[in-house]
């Protein structure tokens, strides 16, 4: 017997070095560490009891959304499951995360695939959206109880919803919605590019009230050109308009111009061919316009084995983007040099300041859930540190922040669940456990409570420090990878430092001033 154990253990081990030099298991990354890295606070894990399970026949994707039911001003956390496994809704109370879907009656049947937390109706309270394998469905929040309502929208044959995002595209005070869309599993074939049978269709959905929708994809030119992963609204060029991000698998990425009374037109931009996947939204380069990072598949799987349907002429990119926005609706590959190229196989990427040190940092999650190489060699997931100096100006990933995943990562989600100012971290992991991390950074913070309301969509959001520096952030929609974090707006004040004033500059041009608002303070808005 023993015997047959070890015969048996040998063949694998041969299988596996045959798998490696074959490219198989090949999950190098070309890890950037910084060679004078700053001190900073681990983070604190606390324990969530849930764990997502995909559904045979179903894709393993799940879907968050942080959301404060109550409307006491702290988050929950809303984590999607499966067909047959019904959501979780976490709230911390007394220092536990406390599932109280069933107590807020949250109950969802088919599998769930994206969240966007927004008072859909204005009432007042903040209601939740799902992207399900049936479509989009409506859960309307009445007086911290939730009813389900399916969205009355026809759906492109053979497909899923996938992601949601939102924006008011005609400014009537109601949230539109833009749902991405991706052939079934039944019908999906890997890696093809040029079949548009295979391509399902998007749609944008314009709000007319009472949980009605009124399909205006062709109208806006909105469709997209491919199965879409997720999308994203941002006001990219300050026109106080919100444009639409697409990030297709097996096609280009996508950026289309709002250009008012419900009409979009696609830029000139042209990202190549590749496994667009997820979407991140920050201003960078503090120049005050937001610019985008989109993954891809990286370095994790050998370019023979995902051309696919490709042409020879054709040319595929497996490298990260990072757009840096030069404003007009023009952008430059940015991705060395800010030092992100050389990763592997990335789902979602969300921008936030995690170390509270003044800086955009970078949450990236990682593993493919069928690529051999990660069954055995887990990436970590990626929580970059960016760094500013002339030598290191750049993201450096650290172990030392305790936000290491090695899971089937499907994005991060950003959320302040107790109420200290000071942005915590939840990772969304596909066939795995959702992970949950208090932010321990000692450095004080300003929190501006954004109400998730349409009429918030699209405001800037700056900071004017004492010694003149300016940081603006943005409240968008579709960061990360069918999730949707905090709108809250989180501004670190290291020692040493003041802010003179904070503005928020809504999307029809009225202003609110903080002047000289208190360091640890909550700003409220109406």
């Known amino acids: 017997m023993k015997k047959v154990i070890i015969v048996g253990s040998i063949l694998v081990v041969i299988s596996l070095v045959v798998l490696y030099f074959s490219g198989f298991l090949d999950a ?154 991706f052939v079934d599993a039944a019908n999906f074939v890997t890696a093809t590019f040029n079949d548009p049978d295979h391509a399902k269709p998007n749609l944008m959905l314009l709000n007319l009230g009472d949980g009605r929708f009124k399909d205006v994809t062709v109208q806006t030119g909105t469709q997209g050109s491919q199965n879409t992963f997720v999308s994203g609204f941002v006001d990219l ?108 196989f990335a789902w979602g990427g969300v921008f936030e300041d995690v170390n509270l040190d003044g800086e955009l940092d970078l949450l990236v999650a990682q593993n493919y859930i069928k690529w051999p190489g990660h069954k055995v060699n887990k990436l970590p997931g990626k929580a970059f540190i960016r760094l500013t100096g002339n030598e290191q100006n750049g993201f450096y990933h650290m172990d030392e922040l305790g936000l290491n995943n090695l899971n089937y990562g499907q994005s991060a989600l950003i959320a302040d669940i107790n109420n200290d100012n000071r942005p915590d971290v939840f990772w969304l992991n596909m066939a795995g456990k959702v992970r949950g991390f208090i932010n321990q950074s000692q450095v004080d913070a300003i929190k501006v409570l954004v109400p998730d309301r349409a009429d918030y969509l699209g405001a800037e959001i700056k900071a004017t420090f004492a010694d003149g520096e300016v940081i603006t952030k943005q409240v968008t929609s579709g960061q990360g990878m069918g999730t949707d974090s905090s709108p809250n707006v989180f501004f670190a004040v290291p020692a040493g430092r003041e802010v003179a004033s904070i503005q928020v500059i809504k999307v029809d041009g009225s202003v609110k001033t903080f002047p000289s608002p208190k360091t640890n303070a909550i700003l409220y808005l109406n």
């Not at 009355?152 to 919605?177: C, E, H, Q, R, W």
């Not at 280009?252 to 997820?278: D, H, P």
């Open 28 to 181: 190098e990354e070309r890890i950037r560490v910084a060679s004078n890295p700053p001190q900073v606070q681990p983070f604190k894990e606390i324990q969530m009891n849930f764990t997502h399970q995909p559904a045979e026949g179903r894709f393993p994707f799940l879907g968050g959304a942080a959301i404060d039911v109550d409307s006491d001003g702290a988050m929950e956390i809303f984590v999607s499951g499966s067909k047959g496994q019904n959501s979780a809704l976490f709230q911390f109370k007394q220092g536990a995360m406390v599932n109280i879907a069933e107590q807020v009656n949250l109950k969802t049947t088919e599998a769930v695939f994206g969240a966007l937390a927004i008072d859909i109706d204005n009432d007042g309270a903040t209601d939740l959206v799902t992207a399900q394998q049936d479509g989009p469905w409506l859960y309307h929040n009445k007086n911290g109880r939730f009813v389900a309502q399916k969205i009355n929208v026809v759906m492109p044959k053979n497909s899923f919803a996938n992601a949601i995002a939102t924006a008011d595209i005609n400014k009537d005070g109601l949230p539109d919605l833009y749902v991405s869309n």
């Open 237 to 344: 060029d300050g026109d106080r308009l919100q444009d639409l991000v697409v990030a297709n698998n097996t096609g280009t990425v996508e950026i289309f111009k709002n250009q008012g009374a419900l009409r979009f037109t696609k830029t000139t931009y042209e990202s190549g061919l590749g496994y667009w996947m997820g979407l991140g939204i920050g201003d960078i380069d503090k120049d005050g316009d937001q610019d985008l990072y989109i993954s891809n598949i990286g370095s994790s799987i050998p370019e023979s084995l995902v051309r696919g349907d490709l042409t020879e002429q054709q040319v595929i990119k497996l490298e990260w983007l990072l757009l840096q926005n030069d404003g007009d609706m023009r952008f430059s590959d940015a991705t060395k040099k800010y030092k992100l190229d050389g990763y592997g």
